[in-house]
Every structure is written in structure tokens, then in C-alpha cells.
């Protein structure tokens, strides 16, 4: 059975650091790409980052590149992403993601507050 589950997400201030964590289990994580998507309140679902399958390639929203860092841990069977320099606005529920055989698998979400 395919599953992720996030982990890590917090109230922080201004200027400071998150790691979210994505366990995965039912698949090998390094086989696929991993997506790191958030959700603001009454705003769409957007791609914060993603992690190919070779885990060498990644790519990221622009507002937070140069803040954000995807990673991956082969031997956890776990993603990461790394948040520093928060914003307020990027306050949201984030959630990752992967697609295996045409089908998406998300987990439940873990939320950011990012505020003073």
C-alpha cells in the first residue's frame, strides 16, 4: 500500500527554519519523482518543488528559490524540504506527492505558520 505522510510543519517567525519531512512506504521512493505541493487559505494548490527520480535533478517555485531546498534520503525512504528564511507568506498547508503508473498518491498535509 502506497503512503506518505508529512511531518515537520510548525508556527515559526519571520526569518526562520522548517524541515518537512515525507516518509514513504509501499514503494521506493528513489524510483520516482518526488513533488512538494502547499495550499494557502481560499488560494489553489501550488508545486513548491520537485525531486526527479535520479534525486540529482530539482526544480522550484521562484519565490522561494534560494530558500527552499528538496532533498532525499534513499536509505530513510524519505524526501525533505528544507524552508529557510520564511515568510509570511508562505504560510500554508504543504503536502507531497508522487505519481506511480498514472496515479497520484498525496499525503494528508502538514501545516506552516509562518508569523510574529
Known amino acids: 500500500q502506497v503512503q506518505l505522510v508529512e511531518s515537520g510543519g510548525d508556527w515559526v517567525q519571520p526569518g526562520g527554519s522548517l524541515r518537512l519531512s515525507c516518509a514513504a512506504s509501499?514503494?521506493?521512493?528513489?524510483?520516482?519523482?518526488l513533488n512538494w505541493y502547499r495550499q494557502a487559505p481560499g488560494k489553489e494548490r501550488e508545486l513548491v518543488a520537485r525531486?526527479?527520480?535520479?534525486?540529482?535533478?530539482?526544480s522550484y517555485l521562484d519565490s522561494v528559490k534560494g530558500r527552499f531546498i528538496i532533498s532525499r534520503d534513499d536509505a530513510k525512504n524519505t524526501a525533505y524540504l528544507q524552508m529557510n528564511s520564511l515568510k509570511p507568506e508562505d504560510t500554508a498547508v504543504y503536502y507531497c506527492?508522487?505519481?506511480?503508473?498514472?496515479?497520484?498518491?498525496w499525503g494528508q498535509g502538514t501545516q506552516v505558520t509562518v508569523s510574529s
Open positions: 506527492q508522487t505519481i506511480i503508473r498514472s496515479a497520484g498518491y
Open positions: 525531486i526527479n527520480n535520479l534525486g540529482v535533478g530539482t
Open positions: 509501499g514503494f521506493t521512493l528513489r524510483n520516482y519523482a
